[in-house]
């Protein structure tokens, strides 16, 4: 695996001293994905309008499949696509960076997909790509997932530049392995665009986020999946944005809607000089 790569953008400038608005989307998408983009749209319009400049999608934001397989069947190629022209789109009408929490892009396997957070730049232009390291699997009780069916892993750990500082990308169960968090060095802003399960949302789903957020003294902007869909499956929602001293700055428990909350750089700071404990590890990756 390798360990970690670094994408910088085109001439992004960090303003290390800005505060600025960030937002989490919430949906409950469904099978289609013209309908999914629809609803996406609206909230990002909600987003922007609010002064947003940063909004995450959350992981399948353009399909929730009947069956998983389904994400197969509308899977893109790099560049092209009526999923990424959307991205591309909406971030360059609202000037706004925009993180598509997950696309089902091409794999190596023609009954697979690898399952991609994007990012584009508030010209449209994508600067980012993470493709989900650890697959979610799950056998308790009614509920079975087994993911590694219908995607194929990446293997690279992705941080981007961006001007509201260095940006770590992740995709819901990558939140369970912290060493992942780590690999990415000291990032102002951790996402962590999800669908978890109810069942190990209610169990886990806060108390990961928040530990995510206190260990790295880092933001952690968490957009979710939060309700019913037509497959069957309930998902947790709580869609929230940390701080990088744990506490939670805005969420949302269920349905379609947008969180928001502000990005202090200079009390980030102020933390990781109070308590440097990101200075003080001892024990390294082996």
Known sequence: MAITSR?????AKL?????????????ASGPYVTANLSEAERLIEIAANQGAKLVVLP???????LKEIDKVAVREEAGKGPIQNFLSKMAKKHSIWLI????????????????????????????ARYDKIHLFGLDLGNEHYHEENTIESGDKV?????????IGLSICYDLRFPELYRAMGEVNIIVIPSAFTDTTGKAHWES??????????????????????????????????????????????????????????????????SLPALKHRTIKAI
């Not at 992705?158 to 260095?166: L, Q």
Request: glycine letters at 10%; hydrophobic letters at 40%.
């Open 7 to 11: 994408l910088k953008t085109t001439k």
């Open 15 to 27: 303003s290390s001293q800005d505060i600025v608005k960030v937002a989490a989307i919430q949906m």
């Open 59 to 65: 992981e399948y934001f353009a399909i929730m499949g």
């Open 100 to 127: 598509g929490g997950s696309v089902p892009m091409v794999s190596n396997f023609p009954n697979k997909v690898r399952n991609s957070c994007l990012v584009y730049n508030d010209k449209g232009i994508q600067v």
């Open 158 to 166: 992705i941080v981007v530049d961006t001007p509201f500082g260095k």
């Open 208 to 273: 990961l986020i928040r530990a995510r957020a206190i260990e790295n003294l880092s933001y952690v902007i968490a957009p979710a999946q939060g309700g019913y869909h037509l497959s069957g499956r309930e998902t947790h929602g709580n869609s929230m944005i940390v701080d990088p001293w744990g506490v939670v700055l805005d969420r949302l428990p269920r349905g379609s809607g947008v969180v928001i909350a502000t990005i202090n750089p200079k009390y980030q700071a102020s933390l990781r000089a």
